[in-house]
């Protein structure tokens, strides 16, 4: 009898590709994280067990089995985190209109979500403190509205002045700790706490950076720091950092990433 051949569809071929296309995300995510190395360690479980159940070690068996069972929910649990930001990655990256390229079928008109003088009021303010080496933290929402981060500091409902944001960063403000946070020609809040990034980092990066990365992890907001032991200025969009810029290269960087359709 002539062994039959092993057949692939299309659908077998898309299938791999999904999959592979999901594991390199999830990879990218918990990559230079603790959550990699809590991964490791459960494939290690997993292949333990693959070993004890090949050896009929059934006492071992059972018992490694039972914490295999509870798997899913303890994998939910351990990297809540990790799924929430994957999920946000998602949404932010593969709306429909971008994958269809609708977009571009239907051109949207931008609008700018904070006007240009605005934006120099920002950047006076940051220019300012990076002289005088005054630690300061911004943040700027974008479609991600950040009511948990809002309302974890001072509601000020305020418009936007240079002046006021550096009252707001005055080292003997008691407000000067945290973030302030802006929504279009509105500052909405201050000494905001935010969640700080779960990747390894040098120590050449303050609470403050971290702040910076883990709030633009998990979120599609922008975020401008000023450090108070070097008094550089960083922006931080889409999980990553960028440092020592000139007031130029913030305002550039403001007009690109406040553009909203």
């Not at 700790?177 to 201050?190: E, P, R, V």
């Not at 913030?250 to 359709?261: S, T, V």
């Amino acid at each position: 009898m002539v062994p039959a051949f092993i057949t692939i569809r299309f659908l077998d071929i898309l299938d791999i590709l999904f999959v592979a296309f999901l594991l390199y995300q999830g990879y990218r995510l918990i990559k230079g994280t603790v959550a990699y190395n809590i991964v490791i360690g459960l494939f290690i479980v997993y292949l333990l067990w693959l070993i004890v159940r090949a050896l009929n070690m059934e006492l071992l068996g059972s018992i490694i089995g039972q914490f295999i069972g509870v798997g899913v929910i303890a994998l939910i649990i351990v990297f809540h985190p990790e799924i929430r930001k994957f999920l946000v990655f998602l949404g932010t990256n593969y709306r429909v209109n971008r994958v269809f390229h609708m977009d571009r079928l239907f051109p949207p008109d931008k609008i700018k979500l904070i006007n240009d003088e605005l934006m120099n009021e920002i950047a006076d303010a940051c220019v300012s403190m990076s002289r005088s080496k005054t630690g300061a933290l911004i943040v700027i929402t974008r479609d991600s509205e950040l009511f948990e981060q809002v309302y974890s500091g001072e509601r000020i409902n305020s418009g936007i002045s240079a002046a006021l944001i550096k009252t707001i960063f005055f080292k003997n403000s008691p407000l000067h700790d945290g973030a302030i946070i802006i929504k279009n020609d509105k500052i909405l809040s201050a000494g905001c706490i935010l969640p700080l990034t779960q990747n390894l980092l040098d120590k050449t990066y303050g609470l403050r950076h971290r702040a910076a990365l883990g709030i633009t992890e998990t979120t599609d907001a922008i975020a401008i720091v000023v450090s108070e032991e070097k008094g550089t200025i960083s922006v931080s969009i889409d999980g990553t950092i960028k440092r020592g810029i000139s007031k130029e290269e913030l305002l550039g960087f403001l007009g690109e990433n406040l553009m909203h359709d």
